[in-house]
């Protein structure tokens, strides 16, 4: 049977704030699957820090308020707790930022200790993402990790003793010949630990990684669509059974209760709400509403660019009215929040149930939307085909 989406507590919070996002493009190894712009050892770290400065400075005299700071990576905790202690000084000295601000930091189980994820916490991050991928041996070693399953436990530990009251963890599933078993074993192992917060990713296979080249090569065969299909449905279901809100289509809150509500990443909804952001580092991404621009996904040329006094952006354009559109459907039909008709409708002049009531029919009769409340809401199935429902719709 599949599962139904939670009926959230409101819809996600409208903030005007700004989220910031700062790229940390250090690894010690690079996955298997991995297509993000990362460098091995050694690591440019003084260099680095110079250029996010300088780019954090270029981009302050915008004066925005912002209310969430995302250290993403790469492997942010491979960088000594001053130094991310020094780029949140030059955040909070350069923007608005909210006293209550959400500041999240990736960790990767096989770099952190106790004392420095305490250090993390006393520099100001309270939200810790820990990219566990696996619990299994053989599946950490497919992918390329370079932790072990007794070590994310022990990471998990050591980040609730250092104080963080929010712990989230990453999983991937939907490995060549997983079954379903395999799967839901790793994910209850995961639920063992009390996360507050679980991104469950399918596998996706990009061109150019290692897992790539074996599949272009017939080494590999990647999982099967009806089998994908099965595994998220099996996800949704369990994880709403153990009290989680199924919020994004891959993203999953504790319920806390009473006022707390889900314990949602706040800096991750900004993806997903169309929100503005601005990412610092080589080959962040920024949305400043209606332009979008990225940064060169190279540390090289991004410093050479900064050293000059010019933004490092490799590219960006602006989004037309059909764009918007498109990007509101998609987006909102990736959350259980659903897609604001009326805010198509006075926002961007796209009145959806009048202009496509034939496929937002034919779609409903296939089990894959509902229309409630002014709002176009995607079931679990419907979460599973977002984009291509957002181009029929669009």
């Known amino acids: 049977m599949e599962p139904r989406l939670s009926r959230l507590p409101g819809l996600p919070p409208a903030s005007p704030a700004c989220g ?4 940390v493009p250090f690894c010690l190894r690079k996955c298997r699957y991995c297509d993000f712009y990362s460098l091995a050892p050694p ?39 001053a130094a991310v202690a020094g780029i949140l000084e ?69 980040a609730r003793a250092a104080g963080f009251e929010r712990v989230g963890i990453d999983l991937i599933y939907g490995l060549p010949g997983e079954s379903a078993g395999e799967w839901l074993s790793d994910l209850e192992a995961a639920l063992a630990l009390g996360p507050d917060h679980l991104s469950c990713y399918l596998l996706t296979i990009a061109p150019g990684t290692p897992l790539g080249r074996d599949l272009a090569a017939g080494r590999l065969q990647a999982v099967a ?45 900004k993806y997903w709400t169309g929100a503005p952001y601005l990412g610092f580092g080589p080959g962040a991404h920024s949305f400043l509403p209606p332009r979008r621009f990225w940064n060169l996904p190279d540390l090289g040329r991004w410093l050479a660019a900064l050293r000059s006094g010019k933004p490092p952006a490799a590219g960006g354009e602006e989004l037309d009215r059909g764009q918007r559109v498109l990007e509101a459907l998609f987006l909102g039909l990736r959350t259980a929040w659903g897609v604001d008709l009326a805010g198509l409708r006075e926002g961007l002049g796209w009145d959806l149930l009048a202009e496509r009531a034939g496929a ?35």
Do not use: W
């Open 20 to 23: 910031l996002y700062v790229h």
């Open 360 to 394: 937002v029919a034919e779609f409903a009769g296939r089990g894959l939307l509902r229309v409630e409340g002014g709002r176009l809401f995607p079931t679990a199935r419907g979460m599973l085909v977002a984009e291509r429902l957002a181009v029929e719709l669009s």
């Open 90 to 158: 030059r955040l909070h000295g350069a923007f608005r930022i909210d006293t209550g601000a959400e500041v999240t930091l990736e960790a990767n189980p096989g770099t952190v200790a106790g004392g420095q994820l305490a250090s993390f916490r006393a520099a100001g991050v309270n939200r810790l993402n820990l990219g566990v991928q696996s619990l299994r041996e053989e599946k950490l070693r497919f992918l390329g990790r370079i932790h072990g399953p007794a070590e994310a436990v022990r990471a998990f530990a050591a």
């Open 225 to 269: 669509e009806e089998t994908a299909a099965e595994l998220f449905l099996l996800t949704a279901a369990r994880l709403a059974a153990g009290g989680f809100v199924h919020y994004e289509i891959s993203n999953f809150a504790r319920d806390l209760g009473g006022a707390g509500g889900p314990a949602v990443s706040r800096h991750n909804l």
């Open 43 to 81: 690591h440019p770290v003084s260099d680095y820090l110079e250029g996010v400065s300088a780019e954090i400075a270029l981009a302050g005299k915008a004066g925005l308020s912002c209310d969430t700071v995302y250290l993403g990576g790469g492997t942010p905790s491979l960088l000594p707790a």
